[in-house]
């Protein structure tokens, strides 16, 4: 017997299909073709250039951009591995996070520590970490360097939509800086 939820969905994709505002694309065929829209026929997905829908599809994790781990300095992520699997599992996104704080003590009361960061840490003083502060009118350039590799690698090969978050917001939140809700 057939689900009618099967049913509608396929009548509801060949209907997108048909009227040519956004075809939906075929799994594996997929290059990115500039910025991403909502579909005008079926706002619960995008489209870009080429008309087809594109439903995005990601495995998430915290360390795609920075190290984080236990120690400092945490170990080095293997963004390779992860893109490799990425793409092995035909996944179309990545997101790429940027943790607020080098050190953040999480509600299991576990400290972990992240980097590199966007500024340089020059003082004067020392930060929390027992580090000198960041220097906020300074950037570090490594960490644009890492970012903007790890963009380009995720564009090679088969086609991965990227985007990069710059602030999270949850770090601020555990150690007192969230600016309350209104």
């Known amino acids: 017997m057939v689900r009618p939820s099967l049913v509608l969905a396929l009548a509801l994709e060949l209907a997108v299909a048909v009227s040519g505002e956004c075809v939906a694309a075929q799994s594996g065929n997929l290059q990115a073709t500039g910025p991403l829209r909502v579909c005008a026929r079926n706002p619960r997905y995008f489209t870009d250039s080429s ?95 890492r970012m903007r590799k790890r963009v380009e690698a995720a564009g090679d090969g088969e086609s991965m939509f990227r985007s990069c978050s710059l602030t999270d917001g949850n770090c601020n939140s555990r150690i007192g800086l969230a600016i309350p809700s209104t």
């Open 51 to 145: 008309g087809r829908a594109i439903y995005l599809t990601a495995a998430h994790t915290w360390t795609n951009l920075q190290d984080i781990g236990f120690t400092d300095p945490p170990p080095a992520f293997d963004f390779d591995g992860y893109l490799r699997f990425l793409m092995e599992h035909h996944y179309n996104y990545i997101r790429l996070w940027r943790w607020e704080t080098p050190k953040d003590i999480e509600k299991d009361n576990r400290i972990r520590y992240s980097s590199p960061h966007p500024w340089r840490r020059t003082g004067p003083g020392l930060a929390w970490d027992g580090k000198p502060k960041f220097d906020l009118t300074t950037f570090d350039e490594d960490y644009f360097v």
